[in-house]
């Protein structure tokens, strides 16, 4: 039986088909296209937390980090900071809105942001140009000094502190 190439269904044909996952889309005439202007952040680092860290929700923790982010060298204007509870995040948003040369996941697995890769905490993983690097959650971390230290060497590593 041919197939007639100029078959029109109606949408309500392709609705029934489909169950509804298909949308039409109309384009108004006379109207031109906006353009969306992307704004890319380049920062030395970014961090993902699981939950948020605040000096109001978690002062420990802030104090913690900001001590990390210090003993890298670097500004703290140049974090770029993520919750993955309030922030939907994944690794394809970050290497088109915020490339960093590092991530810092807190509490996040890989998956957790979609990385086709998985790897341990405290392993360096170069994936697409960033280095990600996977560690248990700030609190964890700040009372434990074995922890604590596995964290710093990969720090080092990478930076070459």
Known sequence: ???????????AILDHLYGGSLYSIEEQPGKPAQKVRRVITKKLMTVITGVPVTPENDP?????????????????????????????????????????????MFDITPGDIGLPVYFPHFQLQLFSGITYLSAPDLATLQNDKLLKSKLWLCLKQHFAI
């Open 1 to 11: 039986m041919p197939i007639n190439d100029n078959l029109m269904l109606s949408p």
């Open 60 to 104: 420990l923790s802030h104090q913690f980090l900001s001590g990390i982010i210090q003993a890298c060298r670097i500004p703290v204007t140049e974090v770029c900071m993520f919750c993955a509870q309030t922030d939907e995040i994944n690794f394809k948003y970050l290497q088109d809105n915020h490339p960093s040369p590092i991530v810092l």
